[in-house]
């Protein structure tokens, strides 16, 4: 195991105790905050995410966009994700990871992402997973045109400084139940 792994995997596992205690707490004002957010992306693409375990679930933001709205599909390991269409009715299958996909859909280009994530810094990094699929997304999205991506999640998921690595892609804008985080300007020995 890496220094880098094992950093990691430790920030993980912080995280992820910090996000079942806030799960428990219920979350508050964050879909309020959220749908603000959206509000200047009204008509855009919208790619939001169907919250497993103790994720913060986007559902009412998600719902309430005036836009085409989908949720991720993973296509295959070490793939960029893909978007299906989304509405609350949709019939949903299970996709991998325990994550629910509507079951048809067209496939749809996000000009916006709400992005789940473990864990989160100031600096607009984001601990996923580890399987790097928001990473590969977001690198290929952003290669193509503007895109927006916005972190969701509870204020306790944030640490000082998330390990990166230099394939790993910010955010623009992180989202808690106590409000917006316009991440710091970028640094240049980032680590």
Do not use: N
């Not at 009715?89 to 325990?98: Q, R, S, T």
């Amino acid at each position: 195991m890496t220094d880098l792994t094992a950093r990691k995997a430790a920030a993980r596992k912080t995280a992820f105790g910090a996000r079942k205690s806030a799960f428990a707490a219920g979350q508050g004002a964050a879909c309020a905050h959220l749908l603000a957010a959206l509000m200047r992306f009204e008509g855009a693409a919208l790619a939001g995410y169907l919250p497993i375990r103790t994720e913060i679930d986007p559902r009412p933001a998600m719902a309430a966009h005036r836009g085409a709205v989908g949720v991720p599909v993973i296509a295959g390991e070490g793939l960029p994700l893909t978007f299906r269409a989304w509405t609350p009715e949709a019939p949903l299958i299970p996709g991998p990871f325990g994550a629910l996909v509507p079951e048809t859909g067209a496939e749809i280009t996000p000009r916006v992402l709400i992005v789940p994530l473990v864990a989160f810094d100031r600096r607009g990094f984001r601990l996923g997973y580890g399987g790097g699929f928001y990473d590969r997304t977001l690198e290929r999205l952003r290669a193509a045109g503007p895109v927006t991506a916005i972190g969701f999640a509870f204020a306790a998921q944030e640490l000082d400084t998330v390990p990166t690595e230099p394939t790993d892609q910010p955010l623009d804008l992180i989202v808690t139940e106590a409000g917006p985080i316009l991440p710091l300007p970028p640094d240049p020995g980032r680590g």
